[in-house]
């Protein structure tokens, strides 16, 4: 079980002698259990990235906290890393390598013996069809390649937890589905998943339950069919804009 409680990140620098603070993330607090995918929605700068940031201890917390059993990212980091997956768009691959020695390199790294990784190797290349490319280097690879190797990466210590941050973001329609088939197959094996998304379509198709998330405050929090009953409303990303763009049902206000 992953506990976020009363999370609070605000950002502090200092530009020429002035320092500018954002409120990055204000009083956020869900839960999400093993066999469940929650949905972190939000626009652009509503504060996903630094809240997945501050579950997978990347960042600390200004104030509030977070729980995985009995584990939590204040006190207990080595725990929760080794529990958690980690998954971001600005992680850098190196384009030398190939996904397979990537794999050998990581599970190393995580003090994997060398049969577990070949078990990990095996498991992962073939969930996420990987087979054709895995012994070509990272540089020659697709957009969507190179994502199913960071996917497969950030599982290789079998991580009981999994945070993916935009996970689908800029891939083709079938690398997406084929990464959405195989979280919703990753939940169903009582693993805990948390990811983001602004695209609703994605959000709709696998989260069990969503947070609607603006201007780092979680606006909504439950199924879809609780979010969509209280707003009387029959659409998800209907309830989305009506955040987003308050008052201006649909368009965009330039005014300012
Ligand atoms: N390292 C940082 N320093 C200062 N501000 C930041 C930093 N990272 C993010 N922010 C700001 O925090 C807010 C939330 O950003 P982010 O968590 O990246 O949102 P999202 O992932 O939803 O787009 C934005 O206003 C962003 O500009
Ligand atoms: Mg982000």
Do not use: W
């Amino acid at each position: 079980m992953l506990r976020v409680e009363n999370l609070f990140k605000v950002y502090k620098n200092r530009k020429k002698n002035v320092t500018e603070t954002v409120e990055a993330v204000k009083d956020v607090s869900f839960e999400c259990s093993p066999g469940e995918i929650f949905g972190l929605l939000g626009p652009n700068g509503a504060g996903k990235t630094t809240t997945l940031r501050c579950i997978s201890t990347l960042i600390k917390p200004t104030s509030g906290n977070v729980y995985i059993d009995r584990y939590n990212v204040l006190n207990d980091e080595k725990a929760i890393r080794s529990r958690i997956g980690f998954l971001t768009s600005d992680m850098k691959l190196d384009g030398f390598f190939t996904p397979d020695y990537m794999m050998d390199y990581f599970g190393a790294l995580n003090k994997m013996s060398k049969d577990d990784i070949q078990l990990r190797k095996d498991y992962l290349f073939n969930e996420l069809q990987m087979s054709d490319f895995i012994h070509k280097k990272i540089d020659k690879l697709s957009t969507g390649m190179k994502q199913k190797t960071a996917i497969a990466i950030s599982l290789i210590h079998d991580p009981e937890v999994i945070i993916f941050d935009e996970p689908t973001n800029g891939l083709d329609v079938i690398t997406s589905k084929s990464v959405t088939d195989f979280l919703k197959k990753y939940a169903q094996a009582g693993k805990t998943i948390v990811i983001s998304t602004h695209i609703m379509h994605v959000a709709e198709k696998i989260c069990d339950r969503f947070g609607i998330l603006v201007e780092g405050e979680l606006k909504e929090i439950g199924s879809l069919n609780d979010i969509l009953e209280n707003n009387s409303s029959d659409s998800l990303e209907d309830v989305f804009f009506g955040y987003i763009l308050p008052g201006s049902e649909g368009e965009v206000s330039h005014a300012q």
